[in-house]
């Protein structure tokens, strides 16, 4: 059943003395392989272990993921790709569904010879996610919703709608930083201006064909699972910042009362882009995301 809100589980503990003698081995870095499916997927494949898929956000490419794979891979086999539209990956259809995203990703999975795994996205991704353990819940172990969107109110579908027509013109660019003020604040804190510096890049060199069918259908898609999220059977998580206004807590503690295996964790001061600005607490909520129990008869 949902959960209050949580403060994030509790503070960090004081650093221990450290022992004396001989230093500690070093940490070997991940070793990881990338490809490209026969249907036009970019793919990286990191660690070992239970499979992990972890899908983008619009407008962002499967590198925004490294804080989580660096934080997961040790112990997992960690999944990143490339949305239809971006990244090395193939362009979606001129009027794209949200099941061609899912299907995308059942035939990754497929090419890796995967039968199942865990499933979380961001955003976007999020949408993919949810829609891919609804029509594959045969495949889908568990699932996590980052930052996702529910049932826009007028107000928020007219103003994601205006920056979908944006996208179709020559204003295009110009998008990029009244989306980083949305992200990160305006101005961007300091502390930000790397990852700020970041999703800029990623924003400012995706395919802009890709993008804006990928934003009209992200406009839209905000309603895809109405009535239908009470089917889902592995546990789920929804994680989102209390600071994101546009996917907020109302939104992910709506999905989370219909869902019965599912959890509610609110990340105080966080906003849209929490897995770069907060990573190490999404990285803990998402391995304890992980450690549940999937649902009676998966492996």
């Known amino acids: 059943m949902p959960h209050d809100p949580p403060a994030v589980r509790g503070q960090e503990?004081?650093?221990?003395?450290?022992?004396?003698?001989?230093?500690?081995?070093?940490?070997?870095?991940?070793?990881?392989?990338?490809?490209?499916t026969p249907g036009g997927t970019g793919y990286t494949?990191?660690?070992?272990?239970?499979?992990?898929?972890?899908?983008?956000g619009v407008g962002m490419r499967r590198g925004i993921w490294a804080p989580q794979v660096s934080g997961l891979a040790r112990t997992c086999q960690v999944i990143t790709y490339d949305m239809l539209g971006h990244g090395n990956s193939r362009?979606?259809?001129?009027?794209?569904?949200?099941?061609d995203y899912a299907v995308q990703l059942a035939e990754l999975l497929t090419?890796?010879?995967?039968?199942?795994?865990?499933?979380?996205?961001?955003?976007?991704?999020?949408?993919?996610?949810?829609?891919?353990?609804?029509?594959?819940?045969?495949?889908?172990?568990?699932?996590?919703?980052?930052?996702a969107v529910y049932a826009r109110t007028d107000?928020?579908?007219?103003?994601?709608?205006?920056?979908?027509?944006a996208l179709q013109g020559a204003e295009a660019s110009a998008n990029i930083a009244?989306?980083?003020?949305?992200?990160?604040?305006?101005?961007?804190?300091?502390?930000?201006a790397a990852h700020a510096r970041l999703a800029g890049e990623y924003l400012a060199t995706v395919d802009p064909i890709g993008y804006a069918r990928t934003y009209q259908l992200f406009a839209q898609?905000?309603?895809?699972?109405?009535?239908?999220?009470?089917?889902?059977?592995?546990?789920?998580?929804?994680?989102?910042?209390?600071?994101?206004?546009n996917s907020s807590p109302a939104m992910s503690a709506a999905m989370a009362q219909e869902v019965p295996a599912s959890e509610l964790?609110?990340?105080?001061?966080?906003?849209?882009m929490m897995t770069l600005t907060h990573a190490q607490r999404v990285n803990e909520v998402l391995l304890a995301w992980l450690d549940r129990e999937g649902p009676p008869g998966m492996a």
């Open 265 to 272: 964790v609110v990340l105080p001061g966080a906003r849209h």
């Open 13 to 36: 503990a004081p650093a221990a003395p450290q022992p004396s003698g001989p230093p500690a081995a070093t940490v070997e870095p991940l070793a990881s392989r990338h490809g490209l």
């Open 91 to 99: 362009l979606p259809s001129p009027a794209p569904r949200l099941a």
């Open 221 to 245: 898609a905000d309603a895809a699972h109405v009535g239908r999220l009470g089917r889902l059977a592995p546990p789920t998580l929804f994680l989102t910042g209390a600071e994101d206004a």
């Open 155 to 165: 107000e928020q579908r007219a103003a994601v709608m205006g920056r979908a027509t």
């Open 45 to 56: 494949v990191t660690g070992q272990g239970e499979p992990v898929v972890l899908i983008h």
């Open 111 to 147: 090419h890796l010879g995967i039968d199942q795994a865990n499933v979380a996205g961001h955003s976007m991704g999020a949408l993919v996610a949810l829609e891919f353990a609804l029509t594959h819940p045969e495949r889908t172990r568990r699932v996590a919703a980052l930052n």
């Open 178 to 192: 009244s989306t980083l003020a949305r992200w990160f604040g305006e101005p961007t804190p300091p502390g930000l």
